[in-house]
C-alpha cells in the first residue's frame, strides 16, 4: 500500500485555462475527500465521495469546480477557467467507512496550484 | 458550524524541552472527535494524536500528549523532548461523531509553526 498519491505535485497554468488533478487513494478505502489549503491556512473542506457518489459539496466549490470518482476508485478535480484566486495547494485524502465510524483520514502530499 | 481556532501563528522550542501548542473549538454536538495533524514542509499531513469527546482521560502518543477540557473546549497539543524533526506545521482539527454528519469531514484551525532549535 502507498498510501494516497496526487498528481502531479505542481501545476502552473494562466489565468482563463483549465486544469484537472488526479487523487488515488488507499485501495481499500470509500470515502475520497478533496480540501483546499491557501497559504498560512488550514485545509478547507471542498467535497467528499463515498465510493462513486458525491455526498456532499462546500459553498466554496463554485460551479467552476467538479469533481468525479467515476468508479469508486481514483478521484479528479477539475477547474474550469482558473482566476488568481484559486491558487493554492489541493489535498486529498481517503478514509474507510464502517458501520462503527470511520478509520483516521490519510492525506496525499497535495498538488500546489499557482494561477498566473 | 463548528469553529476551530488556533491562537499561536508559531512557537520555538529548544531541542529536548517541552512546547504546548493551543486549541480551542465551537461546537454544539456531545459527540465528536478532535485531531493533531502535523504537515512538515513539503510533506503529507499525518495524524498525531487523536481524542474522543466521550472519553475523559487525555490521550497519550510517545511524547505526545493533549489536555483535553471539554468544559472549556479545549483541546492542547503537549510535545515532549521535542525533536529537530518535530519542526512543522500542526493543526488541530474537529469531526463530529454523528452518524448522519456529512462524511464525516474535518474542520482544522489554522494551525501553529513548531520551530525546533538545536
Known amino acids: 500500500d502507498t498510501g494516497v498519491s496526487q498528481d502531479p505535485r505542481h501545476k502552473i497554468t494562466k489565468r482563463g485555462q483549465n486544469v484537472t488533478f488526479r487523487c488515488d487513494p488507499i485501495?481499500?478505502?470509500?470515502?475520497l475527500y478533496w480540501y483546499r489549503q491557501t497559504l498560512g491556512q488550514g485545509p478547507e473542506f471542498l467535497t467528499y465521495?463515498?465510493?462513486?457518489?458525491?455526498?456532499?459539496k462546500s459553498r466554496l466549490l463554485s460551479d467552476r469546480f467538479s469533481a468525479e470518482r467515476p468508479k469508486g476508485s481514483f478521484s479528479t478535480l477539475e477547474i474550469q477557467r482558473t482566476e488568481q484566486g484559486d491558487s493554492a495547494m489541493y489535498l486529498c485524502?481517503?478514509?474507510?467507512?464502517?458501520?462503527?465510524?470511520?478509520?483516521?483520514?490519510?492525506f496525499g502530499q497535495g498538488t500546489r496550484l499557482t494561477v498566473v | 458550524a463548528q469553529t476551530v481556532t488556533q491562537s499561536q501563528p508559531e512557537m520555538s522550542v529548544q531541542e529536548a524541552e517541552t512546547v504546548t501548542l493551543s486549541c480551542t473549538y465551537d461546537t454544539s454536538e456531545s459527540d465528536y472527535y478532535l485531531f493533531w495533524y502535523k504537515q512538515p514542509p513539503s510533506r503529507q499531513m499525518i495524524l498525531v494524536i487523536r481524542?474522543?469527546?466521550?472519553?475523559?482521560q487525555n490521550a497519550t502518543e510517545n511524547r505526545f500528549s493533549v489536555n483535553f477540557q471539554k468544559a472549556a473546549k479545549s483541546f492542547s497539543l503537549k510535545i515532549s523532548d521535542s525533536q529537530l524533526g518535530d519542526a512543522a506545521m500542526y493543526f488541530c482539527?474537529?469531526?463530529?461523531?454523528?452518524?448522519?454528519?456529512?462524511?464525516?469531514?474535518?474542520?482544522f484551525g489554522g494551525g501553529t509553526r513548531v520551530l525546533v532549535k538545536p
Open positions: 485524502a481517503s478514509s474507510q467507512h464502517r458501520d462503527g465510524g470511520d478509520t483516521e483520514a490519510f
Open positions: 482539527a474537529y469531526r463530529s461523531a454523528m452518524i448522519k454528519a456529512a462524511g464525516n469531514k474535518l474542520t
Open positions: 485501495s481499500e478505502h470509500n470515502r
Open positions: 465521495f463515498q465510493n462513486e457518489a458525491q455526498l456532499e
Open positions: 481524542q474522543e469527546a466521550y472519553k475523559q
